[in-house]
């Protein structure tokens, strides 16, 4: 039978990937000094970990909800045993790319059908995060920052001209294909703006913003109630942290799996909320353990018989 082999080889830029997250948190931990971070753990509220921990069954049935969502209004309709693992295969995978890219990929390989739309329809999903994330980013750097007028105009516009992707994104994905695809042959792109016509019915513009809205919100109680166990942080220093860190990391994917750029910019952003680097760095690796570290050791259980270890002679 043929098989998909893994890359036998991990590319320079991979190792690179790696060692820039192990560089960053090294000058975390040198930054912070592990012995803060202990002390943190050992006074930690342990209810409030493994409430946080609880919350990643939310995290993950809005994401397949969702997903699930998309693939029914293209016409696909797979159990919610396969959407549930095509969701988990694409974390696994994504985990080892930089900006959880892999996960495009990851979701199209276990579902079998064709990958070009389901990569586009993947796409699609992630795009609708990013907007969420712009939106809550732009408000949050705001105020941390105290935009003077000029820069507060520009950061609405931006905001308005993100709102109205994230409600029009057939309309949106149109015009950019008229002005700055038309002539490109490649079928991928093609498939990409093809599944963008999902996302023209007013019920599934609706269905599906409101489980990312939801997916999004899940996500920030998460970080409130991790740095809750650690020291008392009010939700809106809370929510200002987590806003900013989750934008500028969306638009920074320089490490695997964001590992590094994560925690720093929320150690930041919430040092000018005076909370302890040690509180929020804890919180940030905990964060990253229960949302992408679990999932994607769940999801290597779905690797599809159609890929291989080893390489094909």
Request: net charge positive; aromatic share 10%; hydrophobic share 55%.
């Amino acid at each position: 039978m043929n098989t998909t082999p893994f890359p036998s080889r991990i590319s320079l830029r991979t190792i690179l990937r790696f060692l820039l997250a192990a560089v960053l948190l090294a000058l975390l931990l040198r930054f912070i000094e592990p012995a803060r971070m202990a002390a943190a753990f050992a006074e930690a509220d342990l209810f409030l970990i493994c409430l946080a921990f609880a919350l990643v069954v939310f995290n993950l049935g809005i994401q397949i909800l969702k997903w699930r969502s998309l693939l029914r209004d293209s016409g696909y309709s797979f159990p919610l045993t396969k959407v549930t693992q095509s969701v988990l295969f694409g974390i696994s995978i994504g985990t080892l790319t930089p900006g959880q890219i892999g996960e495009f990929g990851g979701r199209a390989v276990l579902l079998q059908t064709d990958p070009q739309r389901i990569v586009g329809l993947t796409i699609i999903d992630k795009l609708q995060v990013l907007c969420v994330m712009t939106l809550g980013g732009i408000a949050a750097l705001a105020v941390l920052f105290s935009f003077d007028t000029l820069l507060s105009l520009a950061a609405l516009a931006g905001a308005l001209a993100v709102l109205a992707v994230l409600l029009r994104p057939g309309t949106a994905t149109d015009w950019i294909h008229r002005r700055l695809f038309r002539d490109i042959k490649s079928t991928w792109i093609q498939e990409f703006f093809l599944a963008a016509r999902t996302l023209r019915g007013g019920k599934v513009i609706l269905t599906t913003t409101l489980l990312t809205l939801a997916f999004y919100a899940v996500l920030w109680i998460q970080v409130h109630v991790l740095l809750n166990a650690f020291h008392p942080v009010s939700a809106l220093d809370s929510f200002l942290g987590f806003a900013a860190t989750m934008f500028v990391k969306s638009f920074l994917p320089f490490t695997i799996a964001d590992l590094g750029i994560r925690e720093a910019g929320l150690v930041y952003f919430l040092s000018l909320r005076a909370v302890p680097e040690p509180v929020a760095l804890n919180a940030s690796l905990l964060l990253f353990a229960i949302n992408i570290l679990l999932p994607s050791i769940v999801g290597l259980l779905f690797i599809p018989e159609s890929i291989s270890m080893k390489s094909t002679p």
